[in-house]
């Protein structure tokens, strides 16, 4: 991985794998970006730093938000869903 520009991201990456595995959470085998709880219906989508989680219970999604800061990253909501993402092509 040397060299690559992508090197960080990759180990970014398999650092939240490992501390969300920890907690429950794992990447779905064939669909990029999607994460699922092992026991519960909570899901979430990961699109470059921010999450999109759908829930069934506001305590899923409590518990992810949980497990993303005693896992050391610093985490902001947005209960409205008045952020979205925006992409521009070009």
């Keep these: 991985m040397y060299g690559l520009k992508q090197a960080a ?6 650092q939240l794998v490992t501390n969300l595995a920890k ?9 990029v970006g ?10 979430f989508c990961l699109c470059v730093d921010d999450f999109g989680i759908k829930y069934f219970f506001k305590d899923g999604a409590d518990r992810l938000i949980t ?19 925006i992409v521009d092509y070009i």
């Design 9 to 14: 991201l990759l180990v970014a990456y398999q």
């Design 23 to 31: 907690h429950g959470y794992t990447p779905c085998k064939y669909s």
């Design 34 to 43: 999607l994460w699922t709880h092992v026991t519960r219906k909570t899901k």
């Design 67 to 85: 497990s993303l800061r005693t896992s050391g990253y610093t985490v902001t909501t947005d209960w409205l869903g008045q952020v979205k993402i």
